[in-house]
Structures are given as structure tokens and as C-alpha cells.
């Protein structure tokens, strides 16, 4: 069973901190790595994607890929109330024919005014 | 910005009875996705659909879920005879590229089935 797993939290960060949320997954040919934004009710939101090795930088966003440990954050610079949410890491395996999408149970974070 | 659309947005039904669940995905986009999320789990990948056929299937896609392109724009879900165990939110998806690495897939905002 391919596995993604993450801290649940909450992962409470004052704001205008950096929140820093940590991923790992088991199947070792994943290829694809994504992190969606889910708030309360709502339907996942793709923030960011990253494929290869090393930093991915997109605005206050930051995703961080290391392959041989198996291994994803993603850091939130400036942190806002409004980035108060669920944040869902997803793998998608290269055996995935149908690509698809094995997401972890997320880490809820919230920031404090 | 297109997006992904479902109808409806909340659907309460008997169990054992049959429910439809629309999709519209992106215009553009060739692989098209059903993921369920039962409240307070995981999001669950149920099936995807590329060319006209199912491409992969998760084990709780059995024989009472279908899913079918009727038209050039709709994607729907139907689960045949509902159960208790069915209750859960249900977001379509899709994506633009064939299966490569880089697949970004978009979420519709999601239908929640409550099966009484």
C-alpha cells in the first residue's frame, strides 16, 4: 500500500512567520509531487508542483523536493490569517497509468493575528 | 479563469437508491478524474477516464459506480445502488496533459452526498 503521510497539527504560526510543513511518501519511483490547499468544506486548491530534486519558489510559496529521502515540504514566507487551511500533500506514482493522485491526510495550520 | 464545475452541490438520496453526479471539466483538458473525501479522511482517488474509457480504478470503484462522457463537455459519476458507507463529498477533476510527469489536476468545488 503506497502511503503519504503528514503531521496532522494544527501547525500554529503568528503572523508574518514562516510555516514550514513537512510530507513523506513510500513508493520510491513517485514522480510527481503537489501540494493542494483545502480549506474548511471546500475542494483542494493546487498551490504548487514540483518534479525534480532541490527548491521550486512561487511567491510567498516554497516547495522543497529530496527524492532519496523520500521527502516534501513547503514553506509559507509571510504568513497571512487567510492562509488558514488544510494543506494536502499528493504523490502521483510513474506507474500510475490513470495518473493518479495519492494524497496524505493533511496539516491543518493556523495563523495567528 | 476556466474551471472545473459540478452539479449539484448537495445530493440527499435513499439508500439503494441511484444517483448521477455531473461534472463539466476544463474545455482543453484530456484526463479527466472522480476522488471522494468521506468527512474528516482522506481524499481518495476513485477513477480516471481518458479517451472515451476508464484508465485506472481504486478497489472502492466496484461494480455499482460507472462513470461515462455522454457528451463533448459533461463527465458523470453514477453509483447504481447507494449505501450508507457512500456519504461523502465528491470532487471531479482534470487535467490538461497526457499521463506524464507533469500533470496538474484542477478540482471542481465538489458534491456532498448524504444517503439516508
Known amino acids: 500500500q503506497k502511503e503519504v503521510e503528514q503531521n496532522s497539527g494544527p501547525l500554529s504560526v503568528p503572523e508574518g512567520a514562516i510555516a514550514s510543513l513537512n510530507c513523506t511518501y513510500s513508493?520510491?519511483?513517485?514522480?510527481?509531487f503537489f501540494w493542494y490547499r483545502q480549506y474548511s468544506g471546500k475542494s483542494p486548491e493546487l498551490i504548487m508542483s514540483?518534479?525534480?530534486?532541490g527548491d521550486k519558489e512561487d511567491g510567498r510559496f516554497t516547495a522543497q523536493l529530496n527524492k532519496a529521502s523520500q521527502y516534501v515540504s513547503l514553506l509559507i514566507r509571510d504568513s497571512q490569517p487567510s492562509d488558514s487551511a488544510t494543506y494536502l500533500c499528493?504523490?502521483?506514482?510513474?506507474?500510475?497509468?490513470?495518473?493518479?493522485?495519492?494524497f496524505g491526510g493533511g496539516t491543518r495550520v493556523l495563523v495567528k493575528p | 479563469e476556466p474551471e472545473v464545475t459540478q452539479t449539484p452541490s448537495h445530493q440527499v438520496t435513499q439508500m439503494g437508491q441511484e444517483v448521477i453526479l455531473r461534472c463539466v471539466p476544463i474545455?482543453?483538458?484530456?484526463?479527466f478524474y472522480w476522488y471522494r473525501q468521506i468527512l474528516g479522511q482522506k481524499v481518495e482517488f476513485l477513477v480516471s477516464?481518458?479517451?472515451?474509457?476508464?484508465?485506472?480504478k481504486s478497489e472502492i470503484f466496484d461494480d455499482q459506480f460507472s462513470v461515462e462522457r455522454p457528451d463533448g463537455s459533461n463527465f458523470t459519476l453514477k453509483i447504481r445502488s447507494t449505501k450508507l458507507e457512500d456519504s461523502a463529498m465528491y470532487f471531479c477533476?482534470?487535467?490538461?496533459?497526457?499521463?506524464?510527469?507533469?500533470?496538474?489536476?484542477?478540482f471542481g468545488p465538489g458534491t456532498r452526498l448524504t444517503v439516508l
Open positions: 474545455s482543453n483538458h484530456l484526463y
Open positions: 477516464f481518458y479517451n472515451n474509457e476508464i484508465s485506472e
Open positions: 477533476a482534470s487535467s490538461e496533459e497526457l499521463a506524464g510527469v507533469y500533470n496538474e489536476q484542477f
Open positions: 514540483i518534479y525534480s530534486n
Open positions: 499528493a504523490v502521483r506514482s510513474s506507474k500510475a497509468a490513470g495518473n493518479k493522485l495519492t
Open positions: 513508493d520510491r519511483v513517485s514522480q510527481s
